[in-house]
């Protein structure tokens, strides 16, 4: 997070000297000549490939943001209850955070500009916010040192444990882009003549600039990547809202030139998602197992443009986390430089008019693993794991057995489903077709794979197109939701860059016709929510900016529904959803029983009749059946529910990227 609107009017320093001139001038200017340009990996949707084994590695978080703050903004409170949970956590900040290098306090003239102060501030007020989420005082001594990084650059690595939990942040201090200035990321992800020099923050053991071109800083997080081989990744925005504002607003808000997000946010996250398509490429081409991780994508500044989502019990406990980041200058710390970001401090989190603290948006939100019966009753899940879809399966009543690869990356995290009348799968995801800077293609589709036979061998990847005609409007489209209905047809529905929601139908010969828009106008956010009434009907669902939008058969009910602050469920034609900032979870009969906050899952059956899976306010899974609530301790990145005859079973993905039963 960061104030100061993006603009990219400057021009660039380029590399346009001669190789000799360069050489002369290497030792002073701290850069060199460019190696040749990798290739960005393509798409690679062979099957078969082995996958790291869950039993031979341990939980860890890792998460990439743009600016020191990003994290506490805009990936908590998921990041803290992984932390609670004991899974230690490796925080990188590419960007120094040094804006202007005004830290402002509130009352008090501005100082002059110190950018090495500045970062130096912000990165004493994370370990400040990092400690006390473990459990420590605010100024517990953090190890300081010298990170060594491909190419011999170097980055701070700060690590401080309490017990067995571990924190560790990584700050490479690339440039932020702020005001005019051009030199910055999101210029590096779009120019391969660029190269940008680090910032030296004041204190830090790192005492010498380095330089980066997009190669390097791609091979930079790559090698951070297979030093600390995470097992969940979290990352900013690459494909933010398109956003229309007047030129005064969007630079009030620090927004991009037609994106709803800053534009650090979007080149990090850029760079992030072309970094982990590299590691799991060079794992094919080494011959190595796939790297077993799951991701999450969080939404950044388009937390300000949609109903808020968080209650006021998650949302106390999500502000509370930049108190301390924030600090106050009276602070006695141990930093010279400052004790925070004090432009962020006390309450200022909930009285800021931009509103991004009071919600958590993921960027592809869907239920967790997509589930099917198999022969015996069996369950298997099917998720994404290192980019890839893959498959696990029962060998007996919530023993999981290890993934089985079945290719299509790379993809965002979530899949759709629908399971055929015969009992075979069809999975649906979205793929980076090409993710690539520097002017080179950026595309996603929309892709099939079709169960050859129940509970058998898949046909291979089939690509389903985009309800979009251009490459960047390819990006905006959401989750794939998918339902076979009982006429023999499956309906697959995906938001579009307009903010609609778009559909195409497999007929029951498995033909699909053409892509088309659901008619209305109405903005609706990620997150659908489908399912069938006794009568046969499809109906679908989206939380909108004024009221739930709800589609029959395709035709806009004219009804107007209440409003909603989080992604809404559906069963038996029936609507689920949450009040702006409320934990209450609202049923067509009231209240459904199932406080908390995040997406709710809802399934039904004739013994059970509608159950609910969700989360509650404390992050612990919930199942509601009947008059009945359950909870559990388990720790899960994502939850799925499956309903038969003998009751429903929960299914959890851990933090280690391996399947949970729990069965009430």
């Not at 001594?141 to 571990?166: C, F, I, K, Q």
């Not at 529905?493 to 903010?499: I, S, T």
Request: proline content about 8%; hydrophobic content about 40%.
């Amino acid at each position: 997070m960061s104030e100061g609107g993006p603009a990219l009017h400057t021009p660039a320093r380029r590399r346009t000297v001669l190789a000799a001139a360069l050489a002369v001038t290497a030792a002073a200017a701290g850069c060199s000549v460019p190696e040749p340009r990798r290739a960005a990996p393509t798409a690679d949707p062979a099957p078969g490939r082995p996958i790291a084994s869950a039993r031979a590695r341990r939980a860890l978080l890792m998460q990439f943001s743009a600016h020191p703050d990003d994290d506490l903004y805009f990936m908590n409170p998921d990041t803290q209850r992984l932390l609670d949970a004991g899974v230690p956590l490796v925080s990188v900040y590419v960007t120094a955070g040094e804006h202007n290098g005004r830290n402002r306090i509130a009352g008090m003239p501005d100082a002059p500009p110190d950018p090495a102060a500045y970062s130096s501030a912000r990165h004493q007020g994370l370990r400040q916010s990092y400690a006390v989420a473990l459990g420590l005082p605010a100024f517990a001594p953090w190890r300081r040192e010298v990170l060594t990084l491909p190419g011999g650059r170097r980055a701070e690595s700060d690590t401080l444990t309490n017990g067995s939990r571990r924190v560790e942040l990584v700050f490479l201090n690339l440039p932020m882009h702020a005001g005019r200035r051009y030199m910055a990321v999101p210029s590096l992800w779009q120019d391969r003549a660029l190269e940008l020099r680090t910032h030296l923050s004041a204190g830090s053991p790192v005492t010498r600039a380095d330089t980066y071109d997009y190669d390097q800083l791609i091979a930079a997080l790559v090698g951070l990547l297979r030093r600390h081989r995470p097992t969940v990744v979290h990352t900013l925005d690459p494909d933010p809202d398109i956003q229309h504002s007047d030129e005064a607003t969007r630079k009030r808000d620090s927004e991009q030139p037609g994106y709803a997000d800053h534009g650090d946010h979007t080149a990090v996250a850029s760079f992030t998602w072309a970094a982990l398509c590299r590691w799991v490429s060079d794992a094919v081409r080494e011959g190595e197992p796939i790297p077993a991780f799951t991701t999450t994508a969080f939404r950044g500044y388009y937390n300000r443009h949609w109903p808020k989502n968080l209650p006021p019990a998650v949302l106390a406990e999500k502000a509370a986390r930049l108190v301390p980041y924030g600090g106050n200058p009276s602070w006695q710390c141990g930093n010279p430089s400052g004790c925070g970001d004090y432009g962020v401090g006390g309450d200022r989190p909930l009285t800021n008019r931009k509103g991004w603290v009071r919600s958590t948006h993921h960027r592809w939100p869907g239920p967790g693993p997509a589930l099917a019966e198999g022969p015996g009753g069996r369950l298997a899940a099917y998720g994404v794991l290192g980019l890839r879809a893959v498959r696990w399966r029962e060998s007996a009543p919530g023993v999981w057995g290890e993934p089985v690869d079945l290719g299509g990356g790379p993809l965002a995290p979530a899949l759709g489903s629908a399971v055929l009348g015969d009992g075979r799968v069809l999975l649906l995801g979205v793929r980076f077709a090409a993710l690539d800077g520097h002017g080179g293609a950026n595309r996603r589709e929309v892709v099939l794979l079709e169960q050859r036979s129940p509970g058998g061998a898949f046909l291979a990847w089939r690509g389903l197109g985009n309800p979009e005609r251009t490459d960047d409007r390819s990006r905006r489209i959401g989750s794939p939701v998918a339902l076979a209905a009982p006429d023999g047809r499956v309906h697959l529905f995906v938001r579009n860059a307009d903010k609609g929601v778009s559909t195409r139908v497999r007929a029951a010969d498995g033909s699909w016709s053409p892509w088309r828009a659901l008619p209305g106008d109405a903005e609706v956010q990620d997150g659908l929510a489908v399912s069938a009434d006794e009568a046969g009907r499809v109906h679908v669902y989206a939380a909108g900016r004024d009221g739930v939008r709800h589609w029959v058969d395709g035709v806009p009910r004219g009804a107007r529904l209440p409003l909603s602050g989080s992604t809404v469920a559906s069963a038996g034609g029936e609507l689920y959803h949450r009040a702006p900032a409320a934990a209450r979870l609202l049923g067509p009969a009231g209240d459904a029983g199932l406080d908390g906050y995040g997406g709710v899952v809802a399934a039904r059956s004739a013994a059970l009749g509608t159950v609910l899976l969700g989360t509650d306010v404390k992050g612990r899974v919930a199942l509601r059946a009947g008059r009945r609530l359950r909870k559990n301790d388990k720790t899960a990145v994502s939850t799925a529910l499956h309903v038969d005859a003998r009751g429903a079973t929960v299914v959890g993905l851990g933090a280690d990227g391996h399947p949970w039963s729990w069965r009430p």
